[in-house]
């Protein structure tokens, strides 16, 4: 992160697919931040291009010599959302920094409710939604991934992750403190602090274009949090295995038990080969838990880049 906060409000948002976008969010940006006395002159907008497959760096690059406040990072390869904000955190000189997506579902114009939670004395504000623009695949996961967000990293009741927030400098350098490969923002906040607010404002469908979030993208983002930032998958394998033990241990003196009263054994093959499966299942379950872990120990101590950096644009020398 900048050595000075020199700036009353950075804001820091991936791009991915956006080339439509984002003439029109910075024009958005613009009009409301100008239109707030503490910001009016003093913040910038870092947008990380996470290797976007259309035109969103060639826009970035016009609209930086347009706008003196839109700065550009791009990254050689695509590293995730996460990851893309940790590289606009690191270069961000606002005393106050909002991260947002990219595609208008957040709202610029409701950065200042974010703002005025945030000068009530909390160190993180979150955006909560009322009705989320979603496919139902999306909402459902989401659903699951704040029960075991509560359960994992004790995330306060009632709030929601949202990537829409707002938190103090100091924040950031805190989450900057993590190096590893693999980055779970919302993790990193909640080991730094628990004074946290949220807001609840609107979600708006996408401006253009269609989401780079998929399937695939999610179950990563979930693995992340889980392996990350707790040991309890670990726990769960472990009593899983010890309860597969007990029933086994079970079974065999009830066949004992059999043998010595009927004097013979049931023939099924059936119920032998359902044991064997359950019982191979869950040792594939611990081990395949065990080489997450493992992979991502590997690769951390080999020095895995959280991402590259291309190209920047707007940026300060000493930042670039």
Known sequence: MATETSLAL?????????????????????????????????????????????????????????????????????????????????????????????????APSDIPTLLAELDKGRDVVYAGFAQRQHAAWKLLGSRLNDKVASYLMKKPKGLYLSPFRAMRASIARDVLRYHGPYVYVDGLILSATRNIGSVTVAHHARFAGDSGYSLKKSISLWLKMATSFSIVPLRLTSFAGMAMAGLGFVLAILLIIQKFTLDRMPIGWSSLIVTVLIIGGVQLVALGMLGEYLGRVLLTLNGRPQYVIGDTVGLPAEDA
């Open 10 to 106: 950075s804001l820091v948002i991936p791009v991915y697919g956006s080339e439509l976008v984002l003439p029109e969010l910075v024009s958005r940006l613009q009009a409301t931040l100008d239109s707030l006395p503490a910001t009016r002159g003093s913040y910038e907008a870092i947008f990380v291009c996470d290797c976007s497959p259309d035109r969103s760096w060639q826009v970035l690059t016009e609209l930086s010599a347009q706008y003196p406040w839109v700065r550009g990072i791009h990254l050689r390869m695509n590293a995730g959302q996460h990851n893309a904000i940790m590289a606009g955190l690191a270069r961000a000189r606002g005393a106050i920094i909002v991260t947002m997506d990219d595609d208008l579902q957040h």
